[in-house]
């Protein structure tokens, strides 16, 4: 038994050319243990799907080394191709003209299944899944949540030691994206039958399923242990949410305060309310964002002090939430 | 070893079932890509007649019809596919599982193979029963062999055509399109290519198709045999061994490449 099952070091990956080099990883150096769910969290474009794609062999690192089971993805790519599967969220692989058991039953030959084993698994499947009643129904009718079961189901048919899940409930509605991570545990945690890389920018995903999480931004690691040891660090730093009946104002300022270790903020249109998650050195901070507030006349609905979440863990670490890091990173 | 061949083998069969059960789930299309072909011959056909050339030109129609449909098959339903299965996240799949990518390949050549033919018959059929071609067969092995040494040419071809897909994307479909009125004009579907200039002519004998037809035509309209298509068949077979390693190490290389600048699974491109 490999006591790291995934392996990376110093692992870069640049794109582009000369004068428009863009670092997408930027010396990243993970282990993850055999038989465990680890989570890599953070924005989008801060480089967790590069990862999964060099471990899966789709890219390779400009520099540094990447292993999976013990063999190297550049030079041994086969070997790590039997015994892993990767299942992209938002994406659903196969062909709209023939069933979920059609689809399911051609994917199991690129493992090189024996067509009565390939059935069977087929069916245990679709069972466990909860999408029997569709096996038969041409994929193109299948909704987002049954096309995403499918391709879940799809990644599982060769048993795989090492299966990559690249956002794999992004789209779905709360009650499927359950099922699926339900699934995903009993997997990995109760049947014992292999290890996870989850990427996700959902929080509470993350601290459902995973055994470890690192946090990624800008291509680079900042933090690796479990989500309850993240959390527990940020024991000592009080936090406040903070609703404001505003959608329009500038909050830019609160990050630019003495004292203010990191803010996020969420701004919902429905209510017209913008919600400011803050993180201060101490309370005495959270009065002077008040009168703050009050200054630029921007009326304050509720003040609440919150447990650490691993949203907090992020903020703490860039300073900012993540839909703040994905507008600086689409700007 | 054998494990690796009969994994690829089962990934070719499972690719070919893909293409024919697909391909004929909607039976539409049967219909449309069995009478298209055959009004466009037929304006051939009725101008040969109107300015009175030998009746062999009506089966050198007829002929050309029927192989041109293997043709667009492999310029749009192989080579183009790998673009399609970019799109819709199939090649990622494909990439990551530890097959060879030629396996895939000839799965979509044998399941296209198998469903042209079955257009090409129509094709040929109706040629046949509305024009009265006057066929003229001594050797149906010699047939038969032209028509087999064609087809793998042109499919290996497709394979190599297939590598510019996996790495190009509407690039790729441009210079697909740029080959297929080319192909038709300079490989003689129409008419003997015998009737070109020579410079045409030399440009021809870069495309398999023009050994293939010409070959075919003399042995199924003209009544010649082995001995008179000896070299269209020397041709075909140093096509076949120069294209399939050449699609094998391009398709090698694009994906290398693929990797290395990161556009392998890059979309809309």
Redesign the interface.
Known sequence: MLENFVETRGLV?T?GKKNDVVKALDGVSISIREGEIFGLLGPNGAGKTTII?IL?????PTSGEAYVGGFSVVKEA?KV??I???V?GG?????G??TVS?NL???S????LPSSVAKEKIKRLTVDLDFKKYATTRMAKLSTGFKQRMSLA?GLLNDPKMLFLDEPTLGLDVLTAKRLRTYVIDWAKREKKGTVLLTTHYMAEADEMCDRVAIINNGKILACDSPTALKENLKATPIAKIDVSSIQADFSFIQKMRGVVGCSETRSIQTGVTSLKVMAQNEKVFSDIMSKLNEEKLKVLSINETEPTLEDVYIRLVGKGFEQAEEKANA | MLDNLVLNLRVAYARLWVRVKGGNREPEWLVAEMFIPVLTLSAYVFMYRMLHAPPEFTGFVVIGGTMIAFWVNVLWNMSAQFYWEKETGNLEIYLVAPISRMAILLGMALGGFVNTTLRAVAILAAGILIFQVPFSLSEPVTALLMFFLTIVALYALGMLFASLFLLYGREAWHTANLFQEPVYFLSGSYFPTSSLPFFLQLLASFIPLTFGLDGIRQVVILNKGIADVWLNVLVLVVFIFVLLPLSKVALNYMENLGKKEGRLTLRWQ
């Open positions: 990956r794109f794609k899966t062999t789709l890219l390779l086969n191709r039997n892993i599967n990767l992209s994406e659903t692989p196969g062909y003209i023939l059609e039953w051609f994917f030959q690129l493992y090189g799809r």
